[in-house]
């Protein structure tokens, strides 16, 4: 090879390595990242720091303050900037409803200790609480639990025309929320059978006396209406009754307006 070539091969050698290492310097070069911190407004709300169940009473470990959105902070919010000692003030509240960890806390949740008691906490305004006796057969199995929907119904025994005794139904109320059973106000889980020979039911003051005046005319039976056969037009608006101010029976088959309440 004649010295001229040699010296043009070694120049291009020379070049490709020193462009190959050009290449794999800008591959292999860091790349700088750019940081923005971005200013995002927040409040501080009351969160529940952990679940909370129906009726449980708060302490002093029961809350937090959460950063919130302030754009996403609704009406009803304890914010710290409102009720900087929140925490404390609401230590020994009752829960009206249940709260999971890291929902926020708003005074409709929570009942003030001495304001009633946790039934008259979770009662809405306008309606009554009132207890009825049911068995075994007549409480379907043991299985209806608190927040379950029933149909109320009297059987009661009647002096027939032949002289014997007759048995006669009627609904009473239909679409009746069920606030407890016995003492048990809210299902806890693995409870499949609520123990308890009473159930407090959720009814318009008319409904409680039209109930008190049937206890004592015979036997009361619930039946459980499918969850999705709750339907809120049987349910009369807060203090109203649309069954009117009288228990209807059936004698002989023929419905007859019997036990008016004045």
């Known amino acids: 090879m004649k010295r001229a070539q040699l010296v043009g091969v070694t120049i291009a050698a020379v070049c490709g390595l020193g462009a190959f290492y050009g290449v794999m310097t800008l591959v292999n070069r860091p790349q700088k990242v750019v940081r923005e911190e971005v200013k995002t407004d927040v409040a501080q709300v009351l969160v529940a720091r952990s ?3 129906l009726g449980q009473t708060t302490g002093p470990d029961s809350f937090r303050w959460q950063d919130w959105p302030r754009n996403a902070v609704a009406p009803g919010y304890v914010q710290r900037t409102e009720r900087p000692n929140a925490i404390k003030d609401l230590e020994g509240s009752v829960a ?8 926020p806390v708003t005074a409709a949740k929570l009942v003030r200790a001495g304001e009633g008691g946790v039934l008259a906490a979770i009662l809405p305004a306008g309606m009554r609480a009132i207890s009825t006796r049911i068995k075994e057969e007549t409480g379907v199995g043991r299985l209806i639990l608190p927040n379950d929907h029933v149909d109320v119904i009297l059987t009661q025994r009647r002096r ?10 009627d609904t009473l109320f239909r679409n009746v929320r069920v606030l407890a059973i016995g003492q048990l106000i809210e299902a806890k889980d693995g409870k499949k059978l609520a123990e308890g020979n009473t159930a407090t039911l959720e009814l318009t003051p008319r409904q409680t006396e039209l109930l008190a005046l049937a206890n004592s005319m015979g036997e009361i039976s619930l039946a459980l209406r499918s969850i999705a056969d709750i339907d809120t037009k049987d349910q009369p608006e807060k203090g109203q009754d649309k069954r009117g101010n009288s228990i209807r029976v059936l004698r002989y088959g023929v419905k007859s307006r019997a036990y008016g309440v004045n």
């Open 160 to 169: 027939g025309r032949a002289g014997g005794d007759d048995f006669v139904s």
């Open 96 to 103: 009206r409803a249940p709260m999971l960890s890291g929902e």
């Open 51 to 53: 679940d909370i169940g």
